[in-house]
C-alpha cells in the first residue's frame, strides 16, 4: 500500500495488513485494562478519577493510622502519593483521547486507508503489554529496595508491618502508573514525527490538520508539568540545603523534559511548513521579477492601457507577498506555547512564593 504520493504507508511503522481487533491482537497492557474499565463506568471519567481520590488518599493514610498516627492527618509529603497515582492514571487516560482526535483531524493529510488509520491510533493509545509489566515489575523492585535499604527517606520508621504490607502494592501501582505517563507519551511524541514525516504535502493555506497534534504535545506537557507540582510545594519541606539543590535540580530537568515534549515533536512539521513558506515565497518572487519587468516594457512603449492592468496585477502580488510574510511556520496555534509555558512555569512560581511565606512567616 502506498500514499497517493507513492510513499508506503510502511514508513510509519504499521503494517497495511487488516486488523479486525488491534487490541485483542496485540494484547492489553494492565494500563489499558485499567482505562477500558474506567471507561465503562457511567458518568464522564473525569467524575471517576475525582472520586477515586479519596479511596487513594486512604490508602495512604491507613498504614500511618494503623501504626499509632492520628487518625485524619496525613502530612502532605505523603498526600501528594495519591494525586500522583490517580493524577497519573488521568492524564494517560486523558492524553489517549486527545491523540485519537488528534489522529482524526490529521488523517486527511494521509491518505490512508481506515485500517491504517486504526494501526496508528492504536499505536498512539495503547501501551505494550510487556513493557507495561516490565515497568510494573520495575516499580516493584524499586519500592522493594527502597524499604530494605532506606526506610527513614521512605517515611517508614514507626510503620507496622501490616502498614507496609499496606502500603507496598500501592507505591508499586502508584510508581508503575507514573513510570507508564512517561514511556507512553515519549511513545507517543515519537509517533507523531512519524505521522507528520509521512503526509505527502504541506498545505499553508489549511493550517487546521497541521496544528492536529500540537494539542496532543502540549497536553503532554502540561500534564507533566501537573504532576511536577505537589513536588515543588512538597521542596518546601526539604530539611538541607542539599535535599533542596537536587529536588530542585530534578524539578527542572522534569520541566525541561516537558518543554521539549511539546516541541520536539513538531520541528520536523516546523522544517516542512518552513520549506513551503520559502517555496511560495519563491514562486511569488519570481512573478513579480517577470511582471514589473513587463510593466517597465509596457511604460516605454508607451501602452499606458495595457500598464494599467499591469498594475493592479502587481498590487495583488503584493498583498500576496505580505500574507505568505505572516504565514507562522510552528505547528501551532496562537497561545499554545504561552498556555505551555506558563503551566510549566508554574511549580516554579509555587515554590519561590511559599519560600517567601516561610521567611516572612
Known sequence: MSTQSGQPIAALGVSAAPVVDPGRARGRSWVNVLIDRVDRLPGPTWLAYLFGLPPALLLVGLPFWISGQPVGVLPFEQAVWAFALVGSAAIIHYLSG??????????????????TLARLGHELTSIPARPALALLAFSAFRTTSAYAFQPESEGLVGVSLLGM?????????????????????????????????????????????????????????????????????NLTQAGSALDVIMTTSAMSMILVVAVLSFIWPLVG?????????????????????????????????????????????????????DLLARFSTWPWQAGT?????????????????????????
Not at 509555558?341 to 516554579?348: D, E, K, R, Y
Open 98 to 115: 486527545v491523540a485519537r482526535d488528534a489522529l482524526a483531524d490529521f488523517a486527511p493529510m494521509l491518505s490512508a486507508d481506515a485500517a
Open 165 to 233: 504490607a499496606i502500603r507496598w502494592p500501592f507505591e508499586t501501582l502508584m510508581f508503575g502508573l507514573v513510570l507508564a505517563l512517561l514511556f507512553q507519551t515519549a511513545r507517543q511524541l515519537r509517533l507523531v514525527s512519524r505521522i507528520h514525516a509521512s503526509a505527502p504535502r504541506v498545505n499553508l493555506f489549511r493550517p487546521g490538520p497541521l496544528y492536529a497534534f500540537s494539542r496532543l504535545t502540549s497536553r503532554a506537557a502540561m500534564g507533566i508539568a501537573i504532576l511536577v507540582v505537589p513536588f515543588g510545594v
Open 269 to 321: 512539521m516546523h522544517r516542512r511548513m518552513d520549506a513551503e513558506k520559502h517555496r511560495l515565497q519563491a514562486e511569488t518572487g519570481r512573478r513579480l521579477e517577470a511582471l514589473i519587468g513587463e510593466l517597465h516594457a509596457s511604460i516605454d512603449n508607451g501602452d499606458l492601457a495595457r500598464a494599467d492592468g499591469q498594475n493592479k496585477t502587481l498590487a495583488s502580488l503584493i498583498a500576496e507577498r
Open 337 to 361: 506555547a504561552g498556555a505551555v509555558m506558563s503551566a510549566v512555569l508554574l511549580p516554579i512560581a509555587l515554590w519561590v512564593v511559599t519560600r517567601l511565606i516561610e521567611r516572612v512567616l
